[in-house]
């Protein structure tokens, strides 16, 4: 029995392990609607939305981002690389930008409430909230649609088959 529980005992300590080394690079929320993970991501500039470029993507239209991680099998122009980094480090600064403001406001409205605050300040924040994840998605889907245009239709064909083997 002991043969048995011994390696059971010891997976799970080394699954803990990993687990606390990979949330280590998470930084702690202070914002009690937003998890670890989602607050790190949103400060950091990272994808927090999986599906907000969807749209973009479902009409052929890709992320800068992806763009780049496959520039050599897609043979960019240096004029095509250019431009499209510049594309993907200013949607970068755009996340992290929206991704503060929005920490800010969740920030505001957690205080709000705990207070007990009036009706019209909740509206306030609430329809801030809106707008602040509104101009995310819209600077998400204009880099996509800044990034298609900037490619030739057969490197968005190779660019989907790639992505899709990935």
């Not at 390696?7 to 280590?24: N, R």
């Not at 707008?131 to 190779?158: D, F, H, V």
Request: proline share 4%.
């Amino acid at each position: 029995m002991l043969k048995t529980i011994l390696p059971l005992i010891i997976t799970i300590f080394l699954h803990q392990a990993v687990k606390a080394q990979a949330d280590s690079t998470l930084k702690k929320s202070p914002i009690k609607t937003l998890s670890d993970k989602q607050f790190t991501q949103l400060i950091s500039g990272e994808y927090l939305f999986d599906d907000i470029d969807q749209v973009a993507r479902l009409n052929h239209y890709p992320m800068p981002d992806a763009v780049l991680k496959f520039k050599k099998e897609l043979s960019l122009s240096p004029v095509q690389l250019t431009k499209i980094t510049t594309l993907a480090a200013e949607l970068h600064r755009k996340r992290v930008e929206m991704g503060n403001f929005i920490v800010t406001n969740e920030t505001t409205l957690d205080k709000l409430i705990k207070k007990g605050t009036d009706n019209g300040s909740i509206i306030f924040y609430a329809t801030r909230s809106g707008l602040y994840y509104g101009e995310l998605r819209n600077a998400i889907l204009q880099a996509c649609l800044s990034t298609g245009n900037l490619l030739a239709p057969q490197q968005i064909t190779k660019l989907e088959t790639l992505a899709a083997h990935n």
